[in-house]
């Protein structure tokens, strides 16, 4: 998808999980498992198999206010150093969409309000020309005008200036309301711009988000690989890990709608 001038495209400045990278976070993911971490919390029998309402006691030395949900695990450093820049890149990147959002906004929110005006003054015109364009009466067709009496104008010839003007009349608010119509048909289309720009906007920040996500995942999968299979007890730590992200803030879901509401 193209992005309007001034936005970048979901890859533009997109983070890169290199090979070389990848190998430096198993490395040290190895490197903290030969320091026993992180600490796994022994569990009983019966959570180990599964069973559901085994209660689990906490290791000594484990801070139960800093824990994680996952009461099986607790975070690494560089974890919470990882899962601490993600969600500041994630911030920094919602906080660029507002600022590139506000004055879309802005746009969309003028062109609607002055769209909305122009279609009533058209109502307007319009109930105007209908009521212009009833045919004249006798009266109305003969009716004599300032020094039209003194002048002594036919009757025929009053006649046909009174058609005349009646004609101009109607010709006149018609323009007017072309003119308007035109108007509001501009308007319409502003509007209707502002608001693609507006969803192109939330698609490309959407997609830098997942990008980002995608990126600080690859990071964590390889020192989670390097932390695994180094540490003594691997299988339980990959089990406890699995609950300890904190996923993917309200605005960022796997589709872009939560942007319109955050």
């Known amino acids: 998808m193209a992005a309007d001038k001034g936005e970048t495209g979901p890859s533009a400045g997109a983070p890169r999980h290199t090979d070389r990278a990848a190998k430096h ?17 022994r569990q009983p029998a019966a959570v180990r198999a599964g069973v559901p309402g085994t209660p689990v006691e906490p290791a000594e030395g484990i801070d139960r206010s800093t824990r994680p949900t996952n009461p099986a695990v607790e975070v690494t450093p560089f974890l919470k150093r990882l899962f601490g820049e993600r ?30 005006y122009l279609l009533g003054k058209c109502e307007v015109i319009k109930a105007r020309l209908a009521d212009l ?17 003194k002048a002594g104008h036919s009757a025929e010839f009053v006649r046909g200036r009174r058609v005349d003007e ?20 501009r308007a ?24 980002i996500i995608s990126y600080y995942e690859q990071r964590k999968g390889s ?8 540490h003594r007890r691997g299988p339980e730590l990959v089990r406890a890990l699995l609950l300890i992200d904190p ?12 942007l319109e509401g955050a």
């Open 247 to 258: 996923g993917l803030p309200d605005w960022l879901s796997w589709t872009n709608e939560a």
């Open 87 to 116: 969600e500041q890149a994630l911030a920094e990147l919602l906080a660029e969409h507002r600022s590139k959002e506000a004055p879309l906004f802005e746009e969309l929110h003028v062109a609607t309000e002055e769209h909305k």
């Open 166 to 185: 009646w004609q101009r009349g109607i010709s006149a608010v018609q323009e007017q309301l072309e003119a308007l119509s035109d108007q509001a048909h």
């Open 223 to 230: 020192y989670l690989t390097g932390l695994a299979h180094q």
């Open 25 to 41: 976070d198993e490395k040290r993911g190895r490197a903290d498992a030969r320091k026993g971490l992180p600490l796994v919390l």
């Open 133 to 149: 364009s009833k045919p004249l009466t006798e009266d109305e067709t003969t009716r004599r005008r300032g020094g039209e009496e």
């Open 188 to 211: 319409s289309v502003a509007a209707g711009r502002a608001k693609d720009r507006l969803d192109a906007l939330r698609k490309v920040t959407h997609a830098q988000g997942l990008a």
